[in-house]
């Protein structure tokens, strides 16, 4: 309350409600893709981590899967970019 925020108006309901966003001013997947490479290691911040790999996201509106490893916690990390 009373801070202020960039937002997109989603909709505007009945009655003074308006549902807002901040996600759409993050960029799509394409235009936060293009600040990385394969090859290269980067600080990402470990989200989850699931029987199936660990989710790292590399920007607010950008994430990936990784391999599964040992010692890894949620949190920070480096992640090194096997491909995009």
Not at 36 to 59: D, H, M, P, Q
Request: proline fraction near 2%; charged fraction near 25%; aromatic fraction near 6%.
């Amino acid at each position: 309350m009373g801070q202020d925020i960039k937002a997109v108006v989603k909709s505007v309901e009945a009655e003074d409600r308006v549902c807002l966003t901040h996600k759409e001013l993050l960029g799509t997947w394409e235009q936060n893709s293009v600040q990385f490479a394969a090859g290269e290691t980067v600080a990402g911040i470990v989200r989850s981590i699931e029987s199936y790999g660990i989710f790292v996201e590399l920007t607010p509106n950008l994430a990936g899967l990784a391999e599964l490893k040992e010692d890894v916690h949620v949190g920070s990390m480096p992640a090194y970019i096997l491909r995009i």
